[in-house]
């Protein structure tokens, strides 16, 4: 499975980005997606996930601010940033693990291309 992240930019702060996750096949159901990022000299961090059943967990600093979802239909994880701010200026890494596809269940872990997002102040 291929995941291609998309929608990163620059942004004033308090302004709104809205990031996608495309996968190269359909994925019927997931154990866990989410949102990683990495800020220079920094070590990546969790930012958002989605476990199946749609329960969501976020980081403290974007708790209320950020907002992961998915659409099934569309094959597409979401991050919708609200209220940014100069230091979630990051790469934006979206992340699957143990997927079911029409070639079966892979109990593996999977990372898209980040998008990277610039918060100004």
């Known amino acids: 499975v291929q995941l291609q992240a998309f929608g990163g930019g620059l942004v004033r702060a308090g302004g709104s980005l809205r990031l996608s996750c495309a996968a190269s096949?359909?994925?019927?159901?997931?154990?866990?997606m989410g949102w990683y990022r990495q800020a220079p000299g920094k070590q990546r961090e969790l930012v958002a996930t989605?476990?199946?059943?749609?329960?969501?967990h976020y980081s403290d600093s974007v708790k209320g601010r950020f907002a992961i979802s998915r659409d099934n239909a569309k094959n597409t994880l979401y991050l919708q940033m609200n209220t940014l701010k100069p230091e979630d200026t990051a790469t934006y890494f979206c992340?699957?693990?143990?997927?079911?596809?029409?070639?079966?269940?892979?109990?593996?872990?999977?990372w898209g291309r980040g998008t990277q997002v610039t918060v100004s102040s």
């Open positions: 992340n699957v693990q143990g997927v079911r596809t029409a070639r079966g269940y892979y109990d593996m872990t999977y």
């Open positions: 096949e359909t994925i019927f159901s997931f154990d866990t």
């Open positions: 989605m476990i199946s059943g749609g329960i969501t």
